[in-house]
């Protein structure tokens, strides 16, 4: 008998899929506004409201605005990754990885001053994990999806159940977006720098 190899690793494509009774183009577009809902939600607590608000609020003492803004950075991404250790098939791994995607969501944010550019990011790359191509999201299988797809190799690779941003192809994904958005920031703005209005917000009534 030849002995067991480990499966490459890759995915294999079944067939267009949604589940018994169901309308595949209502709940593909179900899926979209609960997927937009999440990612709002998501981009307006922990960037947009945490994020801003550390970056100005630690500016205290010595303590200069580059540096808060990073502890602001550090301090999101790791709530980012929290808020998902609950999720199932969560690992410290897991965990860990998923605040290192809200690294590259902040990072995007700082650079570009823009939260929409974050938030669309965060919606696309759950949508097409989860509807499009049928990974888990986060732990979570949708149940609906455009193409069928099996992850197939180790788990160190693929994230086995939690998705593949437990994964080393979620983690290079994660820094190649991070070099992406500094060369995109780059090479429109011909320097890449923290935009001043996200640790000094002009959102505040102020004496004149």
Request: charged letters at 10%; aromatic letters at 8%.
């Amino acid at each position: 008998m030849s002995p067991d190899l480990p499966a490459p690793v890759g995915c294999v494509v079944d067939t267009v899929s949604a589940p018994p009774r169901s309308s595949f183009a209502v709940l593909v577009a179900a899926y979209l506004l609960l997927f937009v809902a999440v990612s709002v939600a998501e981009e307006l607590v922990a960037r947009g409201y945490l994020l801003t608000n550390l970056a100005e609020g630690l500016q205290v003492g010595p303590v200069t605005g580059r540096v808060a803004l990073v502890a602001a950075v550090l301090l999101t991404s790791g709530l980012f990754g929290l808020l998902h250790a609950g999720n199932p098939s969560a690992t410290l791994v897991s965990t860990a990885t998923i605040a290192l995607a809200g690294v590259f969501l902040a990072t995007d944010y700082v650079f570009t001053g823009d939260l929409a550019v974050p938030l669309g990011l965060h919606f696309s790359w759950n949508y097409a994990q989860g509807v499009l191509f049928d990974f888990p999201v986060s732990g979570i299988r949708v149940g609906v999806a455009v193409v069928r797809t099996r992850e197939t190799g180790p788990d160190l690779v693929t994230g086995g159940a939690f998705g593949l941003e437990a994964g080393l192809l979620g983690v290079v994904a994660t820094l190649l977006g991070i070099a992406a958005t500094a060369l995109w920031v780059r090479g429109r703005t011909g320097r890449l720098a923290p935009t001043p209005s996200v640790r000094t917000p002009d959102l505040r009534w102020r004496e004149p």
